[in-house]
Antibody, heavy 122, light 108 residues
Framework: QVQLQESGPGLVKPSQTLSLTCTVSGGSISSGSYYWNWVRQPAGKGLEWIGR???????NYNPSLKSRVTISEDTSKNQFSLKLSSVTAADTAVYYC??????????????WGQGTVVTVSS | DIQMTQSPPSLSASVGDRVTITCRAS??????LNWYQQKPGKAPKLLIYAASSLQSGVPSRFSGSGSGTDFTLTISSLQPEDFATYYC??????????FGQGTKLEIK
């Protein structure tokens, strides 16, 4: 049974870089048909896709965040990570890592981490 | 970007009621539409994928329908554990996944 777990600082100062890691257990991030994603949710608001990593480190990012986001992987540790630079209070949110399973006729977020709260404040 | 619009934003209903939530895409997305349930303090949970396919382990009182731009999630007989927020999400314009703004289902 695949499980995802986010980790990282819960408090980040404005203008600094937010760094989170997602540890995957029960399955390999190198498996085909899966995409490894970051999604965030400000308090009381909806879900925003941040970006994904897949197949030998290929990445895609939300255009609205692309200039500030880097997603990377460490296959030896079965982890993938998020870096978001130049953060402001608007980046305060619950950050989720999530797996997308994709076949030829659908793609869906089928497994999620529990989420981690990140607050941007001095 | 494809915009997803859910209605209503909130809904009050009673246990045993039949409830329908609507999701409209700003352009055709075929059947690339998923539904999620989120309870307070928890991660979203996949209910329906590809517009009408029930995710494993999800009760059969949940169903989805639609294609193109208009989709619905129906709960045939509300149970106490169904009170939550529901989100639709399109995967047509991969990788730019977008979610609806959510529908909060509350107890009447």
């Amino acid at each position: 049974q695949v499980q995802l777990q986010e980790s990282g600082p819960g408090l980040v100062k404005p203008s600094q870089t937010l760094s989170l890691t997602c540890t995957v257990s029960g399955g390999s991030i190198s498996s085909g048909s899966y995409y490894w994603n970051w999604v965030r949710q400000p308090a009381g608001k909806g879900l925003e896709w941040i970006g994904r990593i897949y197949t030998s480190g290929s990445t895609n990012y939300n255009p609205s965040l692309k200039s500030r986001v880097t997603i990377s992987e460490d296959t030896s540790k079965n982890q993938f990570s998020l870096k978001l630079s130049s953060v402001t209070a608007a980046d305060t949110a619950v950050y989720y890592c999530a797996r997308v399973y994709s076949s030829g006729w659908f793609a869906a977020f089928d497994i999620w981490g529990q989420g981690t709260v990140v607050t941007v404040s001095s | 970007d494809i915009q997803m619009t859910q209605s209503p934003p909130s809904l009050s209903a009673s246990v045993g009621d039949r409830v329908t939530i609507t999701c409209r895409a700003s352009q055709t997305i075929s059947s690339y539409l998923n539904w999620y349930q989120q309870k307070p303090g928890k991660a979203p949970k996949l209910l329906i994928y590809a517009a009408s396919s029930l995710q494993s382990g999800v009760p059969s009182r949940f169903s989805g329908s639609g294609s193109g731009t208009d989709f619905t999630l129906t709960i045939s007989s509300l149970q106490p554990e169904d009170f939550a927020t529901y989100y639709c999400q399109q995967s047509y314009s991969t990788p730019m996944y977008t979610f609806g703004q959510g529908t909060k289902l509350e107890i009447k």
